[in-house]
């Protein structure tokens, strides 16, 4: 029977990679799939791995219709297996209810991969309604560290090495950036406490160089 199965993990956990290496394996045994991502980093219709593996892909904009795209190329004689859905919590609910249907009605392997929640640790839509709706959720077990050392846990948005808490959900951006060289928008994996916190790798920096006071009164 066909699966929906929903991989997550914070940024740089290797989501992207398993989802390239579940494509692979599949596609080596003959089956035949398609690749779906979002506003990847590597930009439109592309999935790309940390690990310098890029593949093209569909783009999955707003109005993409999983179920109508679905139905039209298999009545045209085309063979789908499997889907790989990468970045998948930048889909709609409604998206998500596509892909759940492609699996139930059409007996479509669909595997997903993607963070479970945003920079305010908050459910990403497509996301939820996976959680909700999957027939297996599974949290990668490559653990991605904060700067102190812990798992990390929590996702944050930085602008020159400063956290932030408001702003667009969607903002395309790295965790590869040096904080020596600040962006406008990178991204940086914490664990809970310095999260909550907001204390960064470049704001643990600066308090670590600065100078300590002077003893007076």
């Known amino acids: 029977m066909a699966e929906l199965t929903f991989w997550t993990g914070t940024m ?22 398609r690749l779906y991502t979002s506003h990847d980093r590597a930009g439109v219709a592309r999935v790309s791995s940390r690990l310098g593996l890029t593949v093209e892909a569909s783009e999955v904009t707003p109005d993409f219709d999983f179920w109508r795209t679905t139905v039209d ?8 297996d499997y889907f790989v859905c ?14 759940a249907k492609v ?11 993607g963070i479970l929640t945003d920079f305010r640790t908050r459910l990403f ?20 560290l904060c700067w102190c050392g812990k798992r990390a846990t929590h ?13 667009e959900v969607i903002v395309v951006g790295d965790v590869d950036v040096p904080v020596d060289e ?34 007076f009164g």
Do not use: W
């Open 12 to 33: 740089d956990a290797g989501k992207s990679t398993l989802a390239l290496q579940t494509n692979h394996n599949h596609a080596a045994r003959g089956r035949v799939g």
């Open 125 to 144: 839509e497509g996301s939820a309604r996976l959680v909700e709706l999957a027939d297996r959720t599974e949290v990668l077990q490559v653990e991605a």
């Open 155 to 167: 996702n944050a948005r930085t602008e020159d090495g400063v956290m932030v808490t408001e702003g």
């Open 73 to 80: 190329a298999l009545t045209q004689g085309a063979r789908i």
């Open 103 to 113: 699996v139930d009605e059409l007996q479509i392997d669909v595997f997903c991969f």
């Open 182 to 215: 600040p962006t406008v928008v990178s991204y940086e994996v914490l664990c809970r406490q310095h999260h909550r916190r907001g204390l960064t790798a470049a704001r643990a920096r600066a308090v670590s160089l600065a100078p300590d006071p002077l003893p």
């Open 86 to 99: 990468d970045e998948a919590q930048f889909y709609t609910r409604e998206q998500i209810d596509q892909l």
